[in-house]
T-cell receptor
Framework: DTGVSQNPRHKITKRGQNVTFRCDPI?????LYWYRQTLGQGPEFLTY????????KSRLLSDRFSAERPKGSFSTLEIQRTEQGDSAMYLC?????????????FGPGTRLTVT | EDKVVQSPLSLVVHEGDTVTLNCSYE??????LLWYKQEKKAPTFLFML????IEKKSGRLSSILDKKELFSILNITATQTGDSAVYLC?????????FGKGTKLTVNP
C-alpha cells in the first residue's frame, strides 16, 4: 500500500497526558498537512510542511500542539497536557507541488479520545 | 475567513434514485473546488474542478463548477447502498483546504 499511513489508528488517553501521532506521506509528496475533524464537521486545517519546513499554522494550533517533519519525510504531531476538547480524529494528508488545484490525499486518521 | 457551505446536510434516498449535492463557497483566492467521499475513515478524493462549466465524470458520479455563482454540484445517478457516505467539498486556494460540513447520504435498499 503506497498511500498515506498514520499510527496509531486509535488512542485513548487520560486528561493531562501527552500523546504523539505519526504520519507517513506518499513517498514522492513534498507537502504534508495535518487536519482535525470532530463529529459532524469537515476537517479543519492545523498546519502544513513543505519538505521539512513548517510553513503555516492555524490559530487552532494552541501552544500545547507541536508538529515536526525532521527529514522531510514522516511527520509527528504531539499534544501536551491533553484536554477533553482535544478528542477528535486527526487526519494527515499529502500532496505534490506544484500541482494545478491543490488536491490532497488523506490517511486513515488517528482517533483520539481523552477521558 | 473562507466559508464553504454544503446542502443538504443529510439526505435519505432509495436505491436507484438520483441525488444532487450542493456546495457554495465564498473565497477570494480560489484555485479549485474538490469533492471527497468519506466513509468511516479517510476522505477519498473524487473530483477537482478548476474551470466553470466543464463537467467531470466518473461512472455514476459527475460534478460541475459555476465560478460566477460560486457553487458546485455533485450528482450521483442510480444510487447504490455503497454510495452511503459523507460527501465533503473543499475549496483549494491558499495552501490549505477549507472544507464544508459535508452531506451525509444514506441509500436504503
Amino acid at each position: 500500500d503506497t498511500g498515506v499511513s498514520q499510527n496509531p489508528r486509535h488512542k485513548i488517553t487520560k486528561r493531562g497526558q501527552n500523546v504523539t501521532f505519526r504520519c507517513d506521506p506518499i513517498s514522492e509528496h513534498n507537502r504534508l498537512y495535518w487536519y482535525r475533524q470532530t463529529l459532524g464537521q469537515g476537517p479543519e486545517f492545523l498546519t502544513y510542511f513543505q519538505n521539512e519546513a513548517q510553513l503555516e499554522k492555524s490559530r487552532l494550533l494552541s501552544d500545547r500542539f507541536s508538529a515536526e517533519r525532521p527529514k522531510g519525510s514522516f511527520s509527528t504531531l504531539e499534544i501536551q497536557r491533553t484536554e477533553q476538547g482535544d478528542s477528535a480524529m486527526y487526519l494527515c494528508a499529502s500532496s505534490l507541488v506544484p500541482n494545478l488545484g491543490g488536491e490532497q490525499y488523506f490517511g486513515p486518521g488517528t482517533r483520539l479520545t481523552v477521558t | 475567513e473562507d466559508k464553504v457551505v454544503q446542502s443538504p446536510l443529510s439526505l435519505v434516498v432509495h436505491e436507484g434514485d438520483t441525488v444532487t449535492l450542493n456546495c457554495s463557497y465564498e473565497v477570494t483566492n480560489f484555485r479549485s473546488l474538490l469533492w471527497y467521499k468519506q466513509e468511516k475513515k479517510a476522505p477519498t478524493f473524487l473530483f477537482m474542478l478548476t474551470s466553470s462549466g466543464i463537467e467531470k465524470k466518473s461512472g455514476r458520479l459527475s460534478s460541475i463548477l459555476d465560478k460566477k455563482e460560486l457553487f458546485s454540484i455533485l450528482n450521483i445517478t442510480a444510487t447504490q447502498t455503497g454510495d452511503s457516505a459523507v460527501y465533503l467539498c473543499a475549496q483549494g486556494g491558499s495552501e490549505k483546504l477549507v472544507f464544508g460540513k459535508g452531506t451525509k447520504l444514506t441509500v436504503n435498499p
